[in-house]
């Protein structure tokens, strides 16, 4: 039994060091980092306050300093052991490598606390289009009519596989009249996990625009890049343009989809659009 508050759950280490400092500090009157850091064996009173605020990170004796503090055994030790891994790799293949190492070691009963269902709905491309596509007036759940549907490339398995992920968490249903209806509340809470997810999600739409290029017709995509120059300090203002542009799009998208004139010509069905918007300096700063 560990010492401390239960390490599942959590996917930033150092969220639960701070945990477990605060606990500690509201237990014992005078609690003090540099206790904290003298009962984990170090000689510098503030090594795991740097620890907690990211001016540091753990090396593998100081990992092990940690699991016998808290007296973590089996998977929690693991569990713990795996979780640093992931927050201090440098690159997102080793950290998907952990997570799903998390996965396993978690008790099936907390596996909800790892927000697996955020990272396994970002995942592919095909979970939010099926979840946008699920509100059109003919949909059927039928892997074979949704796949010609779809413009991008996707095999039959991976559609059922979708299909049955967001009918079990409730992303869509039926109501009492048989019409489908989607969960507005469809993704995510833990930043850890989500920045994850969602770096993989980009990647994936990135290589679905790779293939739309080769598939789609001139008229059916729009592929287009402007090159300009502005102040670096103008990056971050640039940023909120492009996401009110994007609130903008979504609210006249939400309208067109509410709007009865919009769908009064029987040959005019929806369709379901991937919007990608991409952003990033070509040039930095010269080297002092």
């Known amino acids: 039994?560990?010492?401390?508050?239960?390490?599942?759950?959590?996917?930033?280490?150092?969220?639960?060091?701070?945990?477990?400092?605060?606990?500690?500090?509201?237990?014992?009157?005078?609690?003090?980092?540099?206790?904290?850091?003298?009962?984990?064996?170090?000689?510098?009173?503030?090594?795991?306050?740097?620890?907690?605020?990211?001016?540091?990170?753990?090396?593998?004796?100081?990992?092990?300093?940690?699991?016998?503090?808290?007296?973590?055994?089996?998977?929690?030790?693991?569990?713990?052991?795996?979780?640093?891994?992931?927050?201090?790799?440098e690159n997102d293949a080793e950290r998907n490598e952990h997570y799903e190492q998390l996965q396993k070691l978690i008790p099936i009963t907390r596996r909800y606390e790892l927000d697996a269902d955020a990272a396994e709905y970002l995942s592919h491309w095909i979970y939010p289009v099926l979840r946008e596509l699920v509100q059109h007036p003919d949909f059927r759940e039928d892997p074979y009519w949704i796949q010609r549907r779809l413009t991008g490339r996707i095999e039959l398995k991976e559609i059922v596989q979708a299909l049955a992920f967001l009918k079990k968490k409730g992303l869509f249903s039926r109501d009492d009249s048989g019409r489908y209806?989607?969960?507005?509340?469809?993704?995510?809470?833990?930043?850890?996990v989500k920045s994850l997810a969602i770096r993989k999600y980009h990647r994936r739409a990135l290589e679905q625009s790779l293939a739309a290029l080769e598939d789609l017709p001139l008229e059916l995509r729009e592929f287009g890049a402007l090159i300009f120059q502005i102040p670096e300090d103008s990056l971050g203002e640039l940023k909120q343009k492009l996401k009110l542009f994007r609130r903008e799009l979504h609210q006249w998208a939400l309208e067109k989809g509410l709007d009865p004139h919009s769908h009064s010509q029987a040959a005019i069905e929806p369709t379901v659009v991937q919007l990608n918007i991409q952003m990033f300096p070509q040039t930095k700063r010269n080297s002092p």
Do not use: W
Request: net charge neutral; no cysteine.
């Open 181 to 192: 209806i989607v969960k507005d509340d469809a993704v995510i809470s833990s930043d850890e």
């Open 1 to 89: 039994m560990a010492k401390g508050r239960s390490i599942y759950g959590y996917t930033n280490y150092r969220q639960y060091l701070a945990d477990f400092y605060q606990d500690r500090k509201t237990s014992k009157h005078g609690y003090s980092y540099r206790q904290f850091s003298q009962a984990a064996g170090y000689s510098s009173p503030n090594f795991l306050k740097l620890i907690i605020e990211g001016q540091r990170n753990l090396s593998s004796q100081s990992i092990e300093s940690l699991i016998e503090l808290f007296e973590f055994t089996g998977n929690q030790a693991a569990y713990f052991r795996s979780l640093v891994q992931m927050n201090q790799s």
